[in-house]
């Protein structure tokens, strides 16, 4: 079955169902990210912050090479890093993150934090402390001209925003030749998001969902007593009915929201669970109780870490 697309506000289109790659380690998201283009995923998830971009990239060599799957068939995502917001540095970044992949364009670029960190060789630059980041004062206007530009020079198809808050998008609205076609930010049935889905609704900016299934496996972020929506019985009562697993309703859920999920595993079995839910359909009923399900839970919550920085979008609910 065939994964339905959007299109975008700039006129291309993106895959409703991606692979993730954050914590993929090495030597396994190679593997993960060929098993996925077998299993007919067209759409992976990457980030120069995820330190994985070299195997990815081989891989895809070899695919492309081997003909089945042409490059215009796969639609890549990747980020700029906080170290890289001066206009110079994200230029950089976006050079570094072609030249990883092995790719001559990329399909959509991300900011990937409105926040600024110190530039220079830490991707974590860290304060003597360890507990907070060295910030820079970069605006995230200037890292968004060099994207602008890197659009314009046909390096990159599409560009966007992640983590960013209704506000700043609003600013970069303002401030800016070139609308976002995509704001990436964490969506899951504990965090669903509405306010900000209706002001990207009412931009035409699509939302992809990150952490949809809030990231059971991440030790990074996870605390003891977080709650966990592949337990959840209110979607277990639909996954059974359908004959789903709690993880395939979630990415149902949020594609037939017209929301795009980029859900990450690196088991075969996982990869094959999570790509087949397009045979499903969820009544108004169900969709609206799982809508239900909202805590406002937040699995990537650097607010102690970053909260002071001038550009953290999260110290309100917007
Ligand atoms: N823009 C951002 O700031 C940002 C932040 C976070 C994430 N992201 C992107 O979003 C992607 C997805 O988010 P995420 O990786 O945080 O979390 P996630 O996709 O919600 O969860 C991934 C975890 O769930 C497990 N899993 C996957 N499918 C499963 C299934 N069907 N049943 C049970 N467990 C399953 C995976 O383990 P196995 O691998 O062992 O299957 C892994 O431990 C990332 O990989 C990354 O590409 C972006």
Redesign the pocket.
């Known amino acids: 079955m065939s994964v339905p697309s959007v299109t975008l506000n700039d006129g291309h289109k993106m895959p409703l169902l991606?692979?993730?790659?954050?914590?993929?380690e090495p030597g396994e998201v190679g593997k993960?990210v060929k098993t996925a283009l077998e299993l007919g995923y067209r759409h992976i998830?990457?980030?120069y912050a995820?330190l994985n971009q070299k195997e990815i990239g081989d891989v895809l060599q070899k695919v492309f090479a081997e003909g089945k799957i042409k490059r215009e068939d796969v639609f890549i995502t990747s980020?700029v890093w906080n170290t890289f917001h001066s206009y110079e540095k994200a230029k950089e970044n976006i050079a570094t993150i072609l030249s990883e992949l092995q790719l001559d364009y990329i399909d959509l670029i991300?900011i990937?934090?409105p926040m600024g960190y110190a530039e220079g060789a830490e991707i974590f630059p860290k304060t003597e402390d360890g507990k907070k980041m060295r910030y820079s004062d970069v605006d995230y206007l200037e890292t968004w001209k060099a994207a602008e530009e890197a659009k314009k020079s046909g390096k990159v198809r599409s560009i966007g925003i992640?983590?960013f808050n209704h506000l700043q998008i609003d600013r970069l609205l303002d401030n800016s030749t070139i609308k976002p076609s995509v704001l990436?930010?964490?969506l899951?049935p504990y965090l669903t998001q509405k306010k900000i889905r209706d002001y990207c609704d009412s931009k035409n900016i699509f939302i992809?969902?990150?952490?949809?299934?809030?990231?059971?496996?991440?030790s990074m972020f996870r605390k003891s007593g977080d709650p966990c929506v592949?337990n959840d019985e209110t979607i277990k009562k639909i996954a059974e009915k359908h004959g789903k697993?709690?993880?395939?309703i979630v990415l149902r859920w949020i594609t037939q929201h017209n929301i795009i999920a980029?859900?990450?595993?690196?088991?075969a079995?996982?990869?094959s669970?999570?790509f087949n839910v397009f045979d499903v359909e969820l009544s108004n009923e169900e969709m609206n109780a799982i809508d239900g399900l909202n805590k406002n839970w937040r699995?990537?919550d650097i607010k102690e870490r970053d909260g002071d920085h001038p550009h953290f979008p999260f110290n309100e609910e917007y």
């Open positions: 991606g692979l993730g790659t954050w914590q993929s993960a998830d990457c980030a995820y980020k991300l990937h934090w992640s983590n990436q930010i964490e899951s992809t969902a990150y952490s949809p299934f809030g990231n059971p496996g991440s592949l697993t709690n993880a395939q980029i859900p990450k595993s690196t088991s079995e996982r990869l669970q999570n699995l990537v």
